[in-house]
């Protein structure tokens, strides 16, 4: 049982779309920070809660396949479990019940890490649609840690989870391959030190095929014991999404209309609250030119300051509104499927099916996606993304567009429910994602490395979004413009004042 100190730390981790994030949100609520991990632009999700008395503060690790990072978001949660500046208390190990063999591959390592750990059997209710039935009695005795089956969706066994955190403890069990270790590293002692030497440049290539091998046969028979399914699952309403939304034709049909779909809403509705927003700051500017002394002071807050700020604020509805859609196709597990068929597409011009989120959100805002890069695990298909994101047209330019498609196409009628100048205006966009794939083909062939590039995404269960999740990444991406990108914007605004100001006559 842990000692009661003034908090507890817990750290969350998991496979991509095992329900992580929506298990944090549900353990803290609203009582949650958003920052960035040291040197890197990964995001830090950490809250916190009280339970008995005692304050248990929790760390959302990026999602990770294995202990053996093939990206920076999984270096980061690699190294975040291994840090001695943090000393985490807790890990929950968070699992997609209905598939719970694939992710046991990294439940298994951080097990071996020799931290107390709980297991968590996320999304239960897919698992009972399914006819699986787990025995977690058993699991528990071939893990060696508790096991706990939560929907965090509907926040069922959350309770049952913060007691077993309490309660947790570090396993006996080994899942290592101990001989190969030897055999190998004869002057490393644990699991853990093996991990810690792929970060001071050890090559551990072959000890990670042959652990893997050794490890899913230990795992085979985990599920074998504790899992019982039909032999034959049953065609879920999942399965038969997929043969439209993943179809070789219907399925970028499909993806081009919730595209056009998307730009209508960015370019149509969030026109209001924009004039909104401009109106207001010029009325403000107005109000305080002619409230303080006339001079340069004035003539900084105003056209510097003020009018910096405006430039920001203006366009968060259109950032808002496009992370709005992003989040409900992530959640939805949408997105996914937009990834898995735009991957053979995207590899023709150096590119991989992780570049598609990073180049629909540059339409807002190239900041923020240019950090959401951090995902291509392939340093080539990264830098090139990078390079070719600002291609894109992005919110700034929208002032311009406007002013052309007013003039030349003024007097146009509306094509049925669609706007016509939304038309054009998603034209002019798809002319910049044109450019972007040109100069990436340039790119594919200019840059040259010998790492070999590849696509690794698991397909979740379409679900129905949960607005709490959707709501706090809307609200996270907002901030992130509005504070870091803000920033430079604001301080371009006061340089251009003063060089504008103080030109010579």
């Given at each position: 049982m842990l000692a009661k100190n003034a908090h507890i730390s817990i750290a969350l981790v998991g496979n991509p779309n095992s329900?992580?994030?929506?298990?944090?949100?549900?353990?803290?609520?609203?009582?949650?920070?958003?920052?960035?991990?040291?040197?890197?632009?990964?995001?830090?999700?950490?809250?916190?809660?009280?339970?008995?008395g005692v304050e248990y503060k929790i760390t959302d690790l990026p999602g990770t396949y294995s202990l053996y990072p093939k990206s920076i978001d999984e270096e980061v949660a690699c190294k975040a479990l291994l840090s001695k500046d943090e000393e985490v208390d807790v890990v929950v190990i968070v699992t997609d019940a209905s598939n719970l063999k694939r992710h046991l591959l990294l439940a298994t390592q951080v097990i071996d890490l020799k931290k107390r750990c709980v297991l968590a059997l996320n999304m239960i209710d897919e698992a009972d649609k399914n006819n699986i039935t787990i025995y977690k009695e058993e699991l528990e005795k071939l893990l060696g840690i508790s096991v706990v089956a939560v929907n965090s969706r509907l926040k069922k066994g959350i309770e049952e989870l913060k007691e077993a955190i309490v309660q947790a403890r570090i396993s006996d069990s080994l899942f290592y391959h101990f001989e190969k270790q030897k055999q190998l590293f004869p002057q490393l002692e644990s699991y853990q030190s093996i991990i810690e030497a792929q970060f001071k440049g050890n090559t551990i290539k072959e000890f990670e095929l042959a652990?893997?091998?050794?490890?899913?046969?230990?795992?085979?028979?985990?599920?074998?014991?504790?899992?019982?399914?039909?032999?034959?699952?049953?065609?879920?309403?999942?399965?038969?999404?997929?043969?439209?939304?993943?179809?070789?034709?219907?399925?970028?049909?499909?993806?081009?209309?919730?595209?056009?779909?998307?730009?209508?809403?960015?370019?149509?509705v969030a026109e209001y609250p924009m004039t909104w927003i401009e109106d207001s700051f010029a009325y403000l500017m107005n109000l305080t030119a002619s409230s303080l002394p006339q001079g340069q002071l004035n003539d900084l807050f105003v056209n510097g300051i003020l009018a910096g700020i405006s430039g920001i604020v203006v366009f968060v509805p259109q950032i808002a509104l496009l992370f709005f859609f992003i989040a409900i196709l992530e959640d939805?597990?949408?997105?996914?499927?937009?990834?898995?068929?735009?991957?053979?597409?995207?590899?023709?011009?150096?590119?991989?099916?992780?570049?598609?989120?990073?180049?629909?959100?540059?339409?807002?805002?190239?900041?923020?996606?240019?950090?959401?890069?951090?995902?291509?695990?392939?340093?080539?298909?990264?830098?090139?993304?990078?390079?070719?994101?600002?291609?894109?047209?992005?919110?700034?330019?929208?002032?311009?567009?406007?002013?052309?498609?007013?003039?030349?196409?003024?007097?146009?009628?509306?094509?049925?429910?669609?706007?016509?100048?939304?038309?054009?205006?998603?034209?002019?966009?798809?002319?910049?994602?044109?450019?972007?794939?040109?100069?990436?083909?340039?790119?594919?062939?200019?840059?040259?490395?010998?790492?070999?590039?590849?696509?690794?995404?698991?397909?979740p269960v379409y679900r129905k979004p949960q607005w709490q999740t959707v709501g706090m990444l809307v609200f996270d991406k907002v901030k992130v413009f509005l504070f870091d990108a803000g920033k430079i914007i604001l301080a371009i605004s006061i340089v251009l004042w003063f060089l504008t100001s103080h030109a010579p006559g």
């Open positions: 329900g992580k994030s929506t298990l944090f949100n549900s353990l803290t609520g609203l009582n949650q920070k958003t920052g960035n991990y040291a040197g890197v632009t990964v995001d830090k999700h950490y809250g916190a809660y009280k339970f008995k652990d893997n091998i050794h490890r899913f046969a230990k795992i085979n028979y985990i599920i074998a014991k504790c899992i019982k399914q039909p032999e034959q699952l049953s065609k879920s309403i999942t399965q038969k999404l997929d043969a439209f939304f993943t179809h070789k034709i219907y399925g970028f049909a499909f993806f081009f209309l919730i595209l056009f779909v998307i730009f209508q809403f960015i370019f149509y939805t597990g949408y997105m996914a499927r937009a990834s898995f068929i735009l991957d053979k597409v995207m590899r023709r011009f150096g590119l991989n099916g992780k570049s598609v989120i990073p180049m629909i959100s540059s339409v807002a805002c190239a900041v923020p996606s240019i950090m959401s890069t951090r995902t291509i695990t392939n340093w080539k298909d990264r830098i090139i993304t990078i390079l070719v994101t600002p291609l894109i047209s992005c919110s700034a330019r929208l002032p311009v567009y406007t002013l052309l498609i007013s003039i030349m196409f003024a007097g146009k009628k509306s094509l049925g429910i669609f706007n016509y100048e939304g038309i054009v205006l998603m034209s002019m966009y798809l002319l910049g994602f044109a450019a972007a794939l040109l100069a990436a083909i340039i790119l594919k062939y200019v840059l040259k490395t010998t790492e070999k590039s590849y696509f690794i995404m698991e397909l």
